[in-house]
């Protein structure tokens, strides 16, 4: 079965730094795309970026560029995002999502999801 | 950068038909690969459709996908509860470094 876990909600204060994490499990990880999308509390999906573990092939929405870093450690199957200094902007629930292709027209889309991490910046 | 539209919000009742559209400024949808996500109350989303009109495995053949010019539309018949969701729809834009863009969802109520 294709799982995508992600790690538990986080309460953080404003300049604080940020890694969560997103592991994947019933399917082989360097063959898929990993992305992150943002959903700010009672707002839409943001695309944010995107990563490729096999050889971290990695694209951010220009949105998003030079705000967060998104990486993956494919020995442990397990892709992640890190803020180096929270904003209260940055509180939202994130979700990764799993993607067979960027190109292929059969495999562009987000075929698995995780169940969220929601992130809380507050003083 | 091509920007979807939604309409906020759609209704209907129990075994109705409705239709949900996403249209493009910027750029011809019908020279996309757009995909329809639902996302029931307080869980992640979830594709409904993909490659315009492709249904993956488990979903009812009450959804159903089009495109057409500078739109697509999301068709639910036989509308039930359950139905009651907020919609997506997301188009590839390959124009620069390549990004899935979102429309802004639509609320469905079933009444």
């Known amino acids: 079965e294709v799982q995508l876990v992600q790690s538990g909600a986080e309460v953080k204060k404003p300049g604080e730094s940020l890694k969560i994490s997103c592991k994947g499990s019933g399917f082989d990880f360097t063959n898929y795309w990993i992305g992150w999308v943002r959903q700010m509390p009672g707002k839409g999906l943001e695309w944010m970026g995107i990563?490729?573990?096999?050889?971290?092939?990695?694209r951010y929405s220009p949105s998003f560029q030079g705000q967060v870093t998104i990486s993956a450690d494919k020995s442990i199957s397990t892709a992640y995002l890190q803020w180096s200094s929270l904003q209260a902007s940055d509180t939202a629930m994130y979700y990764c999502?799993?993607?067979?292709?960027?190109?292929?027209?059969?495999?562009?889309?987000?075929?698995?999801w995780g169940q969220g991490t929601l992130v809380t910046v507050s003083s | 950068q091509s920007v979807l539209t939604q309409p906020p919000s759609a209704s209907g009742t129990p075994g109705q038909k409705v239709t949900i559209s996403c249209s493009a400024s910027g750029s011809n949808i019908g020279s996309k690969i757009v995909s329809w996500y639902q996302q029931l109350p307080g869980t992640a989303p979830k594709v409904l459709i993909y490659?315009?009109?492709q249904r993956p495995s488990g979903v009812p053949d009450r959804f159903s996908g089009s495109r057409s010019g500078t739109s697509a539309s999301l068709a639910i018949s036989g509308l039930q509860s359950e139905d009651e969701a907020d919609y997506y729809c997301?188009?590839?834009?390959?124009?620069?470094?390549?990004?899935?863009?979102f429309g802004g969802g639509t609320k469905l109520t079933v009444l």
């Open positions: 997301a188009a590839w834009d390959d124009s620069l470094i390549g990004q899935e863009i």
């Open positions: 990563i490729y573990p096999r050889d971290s092939d990695t």
């Open positions: 999502a799993r993607r067979p292709s960027l190109v292929a027209v059969a495999g562009n889309y987000f075929d698995y």
């Open positions: 490659s315009n009109n």
